[in-house]
Nanobody, 126 residues
């Protein structure tokens, strides 16, 4: 059974930083692309960033230069380093597993993903 467990969220002041983690189990983590997706209050899901199995990355324009996705295949863990946080970054952040095994970098279409974690709340407020 695929399990994705996010952690690391919290309340942070504008300009602050957080590091989110996603612990994966139940599948060959090192063979799959992974993404971070978020849902702001009252909004739909927004794709944020992706990493292919080898660590090639891509980002939504709204987070480029502030967010860094990385992965440790030996630890089956995906990370998201979030810097220069803004109030509009307030959201529940989810990690998602790509549906297809392979070396491609997943994209923003939510149809590309078949498993999601329970999410971790990030609140940016002074």
């Amino acid at each position: 059974e695929v399990q994705l467990v996010e952690s690391g969220g919290g309340l942070v002041q504008p300009g602050g930083s957080l590091r989110l983690s996603c612990a994966a189990s139940g599948f060959g983590f090192s063979y799959y692309g992974m993404s971070w997706v978020r849902r702001a209050p009252g909004q739909g899901l927004e794709w944020v960033s992706a990493s292919n199995s080898g660590g090639i990355t891509r980002y939504a324009d709204s987070v480029k230069g502030r967010f860094t996705i990385s992965r440790d295949n030996a630890k089956n863990t995906l990370y998201l380093q979030i810097n220069s946080l803004k109030p509009e970054d307030t959201a529940v952040y989810y990690c998602a597993k790509a549906r297809a095994r392979g070396t491609g970098v997943p994209g923003p279409s939510l149809e590309e993903y078949d498993s999601w974690g329970q999410g971790t709340q990030v609140t940016v407020s002074s």
